[in-house]
């Protein structure tokens, strides 16, 4: 069990929709990361955030947002959802600066666009 | 930017067969360079790291080693499991800026009895 904890583990959904992906990182980490894991693309970097704001932006498309509340937890939003948005989306998490730099991961949520 | 290419999969061996991942990075200075696993149905978890060069990571009887000279760090085990059957994804954080991870394109191994 890494600590980090992802809702829901599976979410199934139309084209056109809206879902909210939640995630938890482990006690005392300040940073969260947001990856997208598909088939044909391999693990993607969406986005980070760092005590409560962004960091680093990756891949993340203009329909997705995130954002992390005070509590560290963070929402992935996903809108206008398209087939090819259908993935296992990653939530990770570490400690403070000048750490080791290790991630830890969540379970994932894998979302299914039909 | 950083970048890391990783030996295309799947790979399939017999248990107790030699096996290496091959994994070669582009980034600026000394990243640190991780291997991460995961099996089936669960998220990434740490195997080996390491954080500078020529620095061997180790663990669970896996070993990479971190050669500058030649921007690598391939995965080996002596002797390989059932139990090992998993997805590989080597990785590495760049020296600035964030401290995301750049990922490989992960290797599925699947080791036969």
């Known amino acids: 069990d890494s600590g980090v904890t992802q809702t829901p583990k599976h979410l199934i959904t139309a084209t056109g929709q809206r879902v909210t992906l939640r995630c938890s990182p482990r006690?005392?980490?300040?940073?969260v990361y947001w990856y997208q894991q598909s088939l044909d693309q391999g693990l993607q970097f969406l986005i980070q955030y760092y005590n409560g704001e962004e960091r680093a932006k990756g891949n993340i498309l203009e329909r997705f947002s995130a954002q992390q509340f005070p509590d560290l937890h963070s929402e992935l939003n996903l809108s206008s959802l398209e087939l090819g948005d259908s993935a296992l989306y990653f939530c990770?998490?570490?400690?403070?600066?000048?750490?080791?730099?290790?991630?830890?991961f969540g379970e994932g949520s894998r979302l299914t666009v039909l | 930017g950083d970048s890391v290419t990783q030996m295309e999969g799947p790979v399939t061996l017999s248990e107790e067969a030699f096996l290496t991942i091959n994994c070669t990075y582009t980034?600026?200075?000394?990243?640190?360079l991780f291997w991460y696993v995961q099996y089936p149905g669960e998220g990434l978890q740490l195997l080996l790291k390491?954080?500078?060069?020529?620095d061997k990571g180790s663990n669970k009887g896996f070993e990479a080693t971190y050669r500058k000279e030649t921007t690598s760090f391939h995965l080996e085990k002596g002797s390989v499991q059932v139990s090992d059957s998993a997805v590989y994804f080597c990785?590495?954080?760049?020296?600035?800026?964030?401290?995301?991870?750049?990922f490989g394109q992960g290797t599925r191994l699947t080791i036969n009895p």
């Open positions: 990770a998490s570490s400690g403070p600066k000048g750490n080791t730099g290790e991630l830890f």
């Open positions: 990785a590495l954080r760049g020296i600035q800026g964030a401290q995301k991870l750049v």
């Open positions: 390491a954080t500078k060069a020529d």
């Open positions: 980034a600026t200075g000394y990243p640190s």
């Open positions: 006690s005392g980490d300040l940073s």
